[in-house]
């Protein structure tokens, strides 16, 4: 699926050091840098619930993406985060 066909939708990125940021799509260019505006990142814990934290409008580069995806918000929105325990992602290794 094209990144065009995902323009102001909810996706979830995440990034080559492990970092899982959620947001609305409002543009990408040729390198497959992305804007979101209304973004958070989720920071996943083994010890407590996910935190969520506020990052507004975002840039992230398209070197730095190791995956993008479409985010269902009506599952996301029955999901109890502060009761979602996981280890965070480890970087990627090339």
């Given at each position: 699926?094209?990144?065009?066909?995902?323009?102001?939708?909810?996706?979830?990125?995440?990034?080559?050091?492990?970092?899982?940021?959620?947001?609305?799509?409002?543009?990408?260019?040729?390198?497959?840098?992305?804007?979101?505006?209304?973004?958070?990142?989720?920071?996943?814990?083994?010890?407590?619930?996910?935190?969520?934290?506020?990052?507004?409008?975002y840039v992230v580069r398209g070197d730095n993406i190791a995956v993008v995806g479409e985010l269902d918000e009506?599952?996301?929105?029955?999901?109890?985060?502060?009761?979602?325990?996981?280890?965070?992602?480890?970087?990627?290794?090339?």
């Amino acid at each position: 699926m094209a990144l065009q066909e995902w323009i102001n939708k909810t996706i979830t990125v995440i990034t080559n050091d492990g970092r899982n940021i959620v947001g609305i799509l409002r543009g990408f260019d040729q390198t497959v840098n992305i804007v979101l505006e209304e973004s958070h990142e989720r920071v996943f814990s083994s010890s407590a619930g996910v935190e969520q934290v506020v990052l507004g409008l975002y840039v992230v580069r398209g070197d730095n993406i190791a995956v993008v995806g479409e985010l269902d918000e009506d599952i996301d929105s029955r999901m109890d985060l502060s009761e979602v325990k996981a280890a965070p992602l480890k970087p990627l290794t090339h």
